[in-house]
């Protein structure tokens, strides 16, 4: 699944969490690492999110959440995103999710899990060689 060109992620608060600083620290340090970021702020909804990324021709959602409602509104942002036909856009979280609800939300579609003590180095590093441009391809 490779990009070329600068890799577009959109950051996102979905329900009504209040609490916005990992995900402004995680916009940040992805935005510092050559990506293009959209924040889209506090309290989206998950069709707010997908109609986000994908008038902003994202290649991934990262959805920060802390609210407990995790296994509702990340299922809602992966079945628009196969309505809208842009299943292409991959999604990965972070925040409060406890350890038994991680593997049923990657059987769902969900591409990676980032629980608290997650460094920023290790997402960037995930985005990054999760979204490399494939082998041989000229840089951007």
Same mark, same amino acid.
């Given at each position: 699944?490779?990009?070329?060109?600068?890799?577009?992620?959109?950051?996102?608060?979905?329900?009504?969490?209040?609490?916005?600083?990992?995900?402004?620290?995680?916009?940040?340090?992805? &935005? !510092? =690492?050559?990506?293009?970021?959209?924040?889209? #702020?506090?309290?989206?909804?998950? $069709?707010? %999110?997908?109609?986000?990324?994908?008038?902003?021709?994202?290649?991934?959602?990262?959805?920060?959440?802390?609210?407990?409602?995790?296994?509702?509104?990340?299922?809602?942002?992966?079945?628009?995103?196969?309505? &809208? !036909? =842009?299943?292409?856009?991959?999604?990965?979280? #972070?925040?409060?999710?406890?350890? $038994?609800? %991680?593997?049923?939300?990657?059987?769902?579609?969900?591409?990676?899990?980032?629980?608290?003590?997650?460094?920023?180095?290790?997402?960037?590093?995930?985005?990054?060689?999760?979204?490399?441009?494939?082998?041989?391809?000229?840089?951007?």
């Amino acid at each position: 699944m490779g990009v070329t060109g600068p890799i577009r992620v959109v950051v996102a608060k979905p329900g009504l969490d209040g609490h916005d600083r990992g995900a402004k620290v995680i916009a940040r340090a992805l &935005r !510092d =690492a050559g990506m293009e970021v959209i924040y889209t #702020g506090l309290h989206q909804t998950p $069709e707010q %999110i997908v109609d986000t990324a994908i008038q902003e021709d994202a290649d991934a959602i990262g959805l920060s959440i802390l609210s407990g409602a995790h296994n509702t509104l990340f299922a809602r942002v992966l079945e628009l995103l196969k309505e &809208r !036909d =842009a299943e292409d856009i991959r999604v990965f979280g #972070g925040g409060i999710i406890p350890e $038994e609800d %991680i593997a049923p939300l990657k059987e769902k579609g969900v591409a990676e899990i980032f629980t608290p003590g997650a460094t920023t180095t290790s997402i960037v590093e995930w985005v990054t060689t999760t979204f490399a441009p494939p082998a041989g391809a000229p840089p951007a």
